[in-house]
């Protein structure tokens, strides 16, 4: 079976004032949504329930409910492909040894805070970062980002995927 999972971070709403309208076509036939943290407040979740189920852990700049409800790192399994979830990994050099503490199971983390999108495999573990998307800071666009478990075959892509401005 194949799993498409949409990953999400760094939305900071209300500072950027709605989720991008490319998103609800991007993760229209996803089963599942992670977002990496810096929601900001708890609406973005109702929103992005309405397309999916959502895993979701807390980042570095949220409102109260949000800290109050979020774990700070979480760890689900979809089909056979377990994933952490974490919004701070760290600065990009430790990634990998950061990544394998955390989650020594993992097959693949997901991640945010940076805002840079990152998709690399150390070691057999896939570090997957989206970027932000609505904040591109020091990238050309935002984005989003679109996991695929491979059941049959055990495998898992990851896929950046930028936004129009």
Excluded at 25 to 46: K, M, P, R
Excluded at 91 to 99: C, F, G, I, N, V
Aim: hydrophobic share 40%; glycine share 8%.
């Amino acid at each position: 079976m194949l799993h498409r999972i949409g990953v999400i971070s760094d939305t900071h709403l209300p500072q950027f004032k709605q989720l991008p309208e490319a998103l609800w076509t991007h993760f229209a036939d996803v089963e599942l949504i992670i977002h990496a943290g810096d929601l900001s407040q708890l609406s973005v979740l109702s929103e992005l329930e309405t397309l999916a189920p959502v895993v979701a852990v807390q980042g570095n700049v949220e409102l109260p409910e949000v800290v109050m409800q979020l774990p700070i790192k979480k760890e689900i399994t979809v089909g056979g492909c377990r994933i952490g979830i974490v919004h701070i990994l760290g600065s990009a050099q430790a990634y990998p040894q950061t990544a394998r503490r955390e989650f020594p199971l993992a097959r693949v983390v997901v991640f945010g805070h940076s805002h840079n999108p990152y998709n690399e495999e150390h070691a057999g573990q896939l570090l997957f970062n989206p970027g932000s998307a609505t904040d591109r800071r020091h990238q050309p666009t935002c984005s989003l980002g679109m996991l695929t478990i491979d059941d049959q075959d055990g495998s898992v892509h990851g896929e950046t995927i930028p936004l129009p401005r």
